[in-house]
């Protein structure tokens, strides 16, 4: 198995363009998670689904943020418009028996 | 609420033990789990104990649990200098709760 698999590993965009984060979860996992990690905050569970329905998203930082799982296989963070303080490392991670995490998508928004 | 408290920084010997420690407050959890960082990578799962054991070794790694104190440790024998990272205990059951990560530094 390849593991999570997310894209793009890094984004450079200014500030107000819209970015998207994609994440492939391991086949069979039935949850998913996001992530956001810094070196002010630490790790912050964003949002997470189970059987591609989400359930829990207190964590999504304001309206500027929305995430998406149209099937099993793929999830979306999207972030418009984007700004300076959402620079950060995404992870998404899925879980059957035990959660894995994807390599991350390190973010830069100028 | 739920929480996890780790200590920030722990700085061992090359050769030497390092023991990570960790407090939890959701008693409910099944599984407990330790998590490894390195540098500009992602969380890797380093092992991880059922709730209903007290101890789990896996090769250099001892992970100890105390429910009655809400206490989970990983003990690393013979610490080498690839075990540097960040180790992240975490509990839960639906949704993980981290805590913030303990960064150990191997020196040679």
């Known amino acids: 198995d390849a593991g999570v698999i997310q894209s793009p590993r890094h984004e450079v965009t200014e500030m107000g363009q819209e970015v998207t984060l994609r994440c492939k979860p391991i086949?069979?996992?039935?949850?998913l998670f996001w992530y956001r990690q810094t070196m002010m905050r630490g790790l912050e569970l964003l949002i997470y689904?189970?059987?591609?329905?989400?359930?829990?998203d207190s964590g999504m930082p304001e309206d500027r943020f929305s995430a998406k799982m149209p099937n099993a296989s793929f999830s979306t963070l999207k972030i418009q418009p984007s700004e300076p303080r959402d620079s950060a490392v995404y992870f998404c991670?899925?879980?059957?028996?035990?959660?894995?995490f994807g390599p991350g998508t390190r973010l830069l928004v100028l | 609420g739920e929480d996890v408290e780790q200590s920030l920084f722990l700085s061992v010997r090359e050769g030497d033990s390092s023991v990570i420690n960790c407090t939890y407050t959701?008693?409910?959890?099944?599984?407990l789990y330790w998590y490894k960082q390195e540098p500009g990578a992602g969380l890797q799962l380093l092992t991880y104990?059922?709730?209903?054991?007290d101890m789990k070794q896996d090769q250099r790694l001892t992970v100890l649990l105390n429910k009655k104190d809400k206490h989970l440790s990983l003990r690393i024998a013979d610490t080498q200098t690839g075990d540097s990272a960040i180790y992240f205990c975490?509990?839960?059951?639906?949704?993980?709760?981290f805590g913030q990560g303990t960064e150990l530094s191997v020196k040679p």
């Open positions: 991670a899925s879980r059957g028996e035990t959660q894995y």
């Open positions: 086949s069979g996992h039935n949850s």
């Open positions: 689904f189970n059987n591609n329905v989400p359930i829990d």
């Open positions: 959701d008693s409910s959890s099944t599984y």
């Open positions: 104990i059922f709730s209903n054991m």
């Open positions: 975490a509990e839960g059951g639906g949704k993980l709760i």
